[in-house]
């Protein structure tokens, strides 16, 4: 079953737009991690971001985390069109001892040049 | 170095065949995990080894699903009489150790049942 659900399903936005993506979650969790996935196939890591963290940054991508809420937001700054993919939030539930990932729906970005 | 490799990359079968999908890890990475994933959804746990043993097999649908990992390293993810609602695409992937480390997926194996 899904644990989350994200928000948007679908982004479309110019290049140089930034680009907001939230996840929401049901249960407590570990971590929460970003996945970018090109053409349905191989997901790539993209942050973590653990429960105890508020907001971490790695490059032109800054997450948010608001554990009261149960909610995250993913924003790609200054985005680009090779940023076009789907993006998946994931979380580890807490109390877990190893990374069995429960992933939202995903949203869609299409970033055009 | 390498990734997780998966083979194949697509596999078309008849409903009531036998499937079998193989994952190699990246060299070293003793947790493995496969996922399935299906049309316009996000990957949904099915299985977790740790070396050879499977240490949460929670998430696989139901009997006919089975997968083994016998020396620590190549998995393999088993489908008995397959049915048209398992074509989706399966995922592996791999972390260095047990815990909480980052998982490094395949590119999946697409699964077509007809």
């Known amino acids: 079953s899904q644990q989350g659900e994200e928000d948007p399903q679908a982004l479309s936005i110019q290049e140089g737009e930034n680009a907001t993506m939230n996840c929401s979650y049901k249960t407590s969790i570990n971590n929460l991690q970003w996945y970018r996935q090109n053409s349905g196939r191989g997901l790539v890591h993209l942050i973590l971001?653990?429960?105890?963290?508020r907001e971490k940054h790695s490059g032109r991508l800054r997450v948010t985390l608001d554990t009261s809420k149960k909610s995250s937001s993913l924003l790609i700054t200054a985005s680009r069109a090779a940023d076009t993919a789907s993006y998946f939030c994931a979380t580890v539930a807490g109390g877990t001892s190893y990374g069995k990932l429960t992933f939202g729906q995903g949203t869609i970005l299409t970033v055009h040049p | 170095g390498a990734g997780v490799s998966q083979t194949p990359s697509n596999k078309v079968t008849e409903k009531g065949k036998y499937v079998e999908l193989r994952c190699d890890p990246i060299?070293?990475?003793?947790?493995l995990y496969w996922y399935r994933q299906s049309l316009g959804q996000g990957p949904e746990f099915l299985i977790y080894?740790?070396?050879?043993?499977?240490?949460?097999d929670s998430g696989l649908p139901n009997d006919r699903f089975f997968a083994v990992r016998p020396e620590g390293s190549v998995s393999t993810l088993k489908i008995q009489r397959t049915e048209r609602g398992d074509s989706a695409v399966y995922l592996c992937a791999s972390s260095l150790g047990g815990g909480l480390e980052t998982q490094y997926f395949g590119p999946g194996t697409r699964l077509l049942v007809l």
């Open positions: 060299s070293g990475h003793t947790a």
């Open positions: 080894f740790q070396g050879t043993g499977a240490a949460d």
């Open positions: 971001i653990r429960s105890n963290e």
